[in-house]
């Protein structure tokens, strides 16, 4: 799939049901990732970075460039932008937006936006090392292969939740991150 499939994919298609929503009920942390795509000579590439170790929440787990809303972002892909210049040196002038999915309840009491953008090939990011120690790429396709989903059932507090995997190399793509992609390949479908 190259960039123009894509869009028209993306764009042709409503949003609908989460598949892997689990639906929190209280209070939720609205925060916003931005899911960066690259179009390269072999299709459509994903950016995902590896977070910090030292990080109090979720160290060294997969992630998209993203964080919590704070009271000076203009909307949710205002966060998005913002959260990925300073934690990979992505400026929001080279991102172009292409849409956004629906919310993704977290466990943890994050309701999530992902925000979906096309960025420049071989872009030179700069990594701020309090927050990420790894910025990489995942061919695009790797994720539209159901062979690639992984899937396991936990219960918490008497409620099932179904945790999602994406392993790739030497990466555990999971929880949020893996949900995520897998409402994004859905869709595309």
Do not use: C
């Not at 960025?119 to 995942?138: A, C, G, L, R, T």
Request: charged share 20%.
């Amino acid at each position: 799939m190259d960039k123009q499939q894509f869009l028209q994919r993306f764009s042709y298609h409503h949003l609908g049901d989460i598949e892997s929503g689990y639906q929190h009920t209280g209070n939720l942390k609205h925060a916003s990732v931005l899911i960066p795509l690259v179009q390269t000579k072999l299709g459509i590439e994903v950016i995902l970075t590896k977070r910090a170790k030292h990080l109090k929440h979720h160290p060294g787990q997969i992630s998209f460039p993203g964080g919590k809303v704070e009271a000076r972002d203009i909307n949710l892909t205002d966060t998005a932008l913002r959260e990925a210049e300073e934690e990979i040196g992505l400026y929001r002038k080279d991102v172009d937006i292409v849409g956004q999915l629906n919310d993704y309840h977290t466990i943890t009491g994050f309701r999530i936006t992902p925000i979906i953008g096309f960025i420049p090939q071989n872009y030179p990011f700069k990594i701020d090392q309090n927050e990420v120690e790894e910025i990489f790429s995942v061919p695009f396709p790797h994720f539209t292969n159901e062979k690639n989903h992984l899937n396991y059932q936990l219960k918490r507090q008497g409620v099932e939740h179904n945790i999602y995997f994406m392993p790739y190399l030497n990466y555990n793509i999971w929880g949020a991150t893996a949900a995520i992609l897998k409402d994004l390949v859905g869709h595309l479908k």
